[in-house]
Each structure stands twice: as C-alpha cells, then as structure tokens.
C-alpha cells in the first residue's frame, strides 16, 4: 500500500509560474507607489492639526492604504507559498494566477482534445469548452516539457487525442 502511494505523489507535477509581466505597473512601482501612499495616510493620520472629525477618515484611510499593500505583496510574491501555478495530476489539470483569481480545474476524463504549441495548452473538453494553459510564465523550458510529457503520458492512459503545432524554431 505505501508504494501505491508514492507512486500517486510521483505521478502529480506541480509547476510555480512566475509573476505575470503583462501588468501594466510592474511589482517594484506597485510597492513603491502603495508604501508613499501607506506613509502619506499615516502622516495625515497621526499629525496633531487634524480635528476629530477628520481623522477618522484619515485613519479609514490609512487602513485602504495597508490591505492594498497586502493585496500587491500577496499577488506578486510567494510569502504565503505559490498563488500562481499549473498542476497536472492523473485526476484533472488545474491553472491558478494569483490569490484572489479562480482557478481553472479540467478533469481529465472530460478532456476529448489538446492541442500543444510551444508556449500554451489549449484543452477541449467533451462538451466542447476550450480552456487555454499559457505557459508562457513557466520560467524554465525544462517544466514546460514536463507538462507537455505529463499530458501526452495521461493522453495515452486516458484516449484523448493530442495535437502539437509543427516546431519550425
């Protein structure tokens, strides 16, 4: 029975993707605009020439100002573990990017086709939904051959029908 279950473990492929660099502000402004806006709200807060009616907005305010720095620490880095990822187990392929982004989960017995290029998945499922893997983020060629030979291996044991583009680099 353990070896079954090492097998099973063996048999999962968990892949980190990297920080998406399509964002139209890169991380490094995005911190360092949310900390000047951070030391702003503090200054306004806890300055004495502010009445108390005020600094209740000031103080709501600065509270904005912490949960987006939160929410740029936890989209952009792996403090909390991998938020952006692409996993393919002998149950089903999933895609997530980002903490509070949904994930994409395929079971790979709903899969009728894959088709591979060199940078995406693009997966058609038997009620012909198409779901898009881009593996553009993948930092290093050799996981992106990992995926691909892990969804050729589940094509083989599962019967879908796999297509790769021609790869005339």
Do not use: C
Request: charged share 20%; aromatic share 12%.
């Amino acid at each position: 029975m353990a070896a079954s279950g090492s097998s099973s473990a063996r048999s999962s492929l968990f892949i980190q993707l990297s920080p998406s660099r399509s964002a139209k502000l890169s991380f490094t402004i995005q911190l360092m605009l949310t900390l000047l806006w951070v030391v702003w709200a503090a200054m306004l807060a806890f300055s004495d020439t502010t009445s108390s009616g005020e600094s209740y907005l000031f103080y709501a305010f600065l509270a904005l100002a912490i949960a987006f720095l939160v929410y740029v620490i936890l989209q952009n880095t792996s403090i909390f573990g991998f938020q952006s990822y692409i996993e393919v187990t002998p149950e089903y392929i999933v895609r997530k990017h980002g903490v509070f982004r949904p994930k994409f989960v395929v079971a790979i017995p709903d899969i009728k086709a894959v088709y591979i290029s060199p940078l995406a998945l693009r997966v058609t499922e038997n009620n012909d939904n198409q779901t898009y893997f881009d593996l553009k983020q993948v930092r290093k060629r050799r996981d992106k051959e990992k995926i691909k030979n892990k969804v050729r291996d589940l094509a083989m044991q599962h019967g879908f029908e796999v297509t790769e583009a021609s790869s005339n680099q």
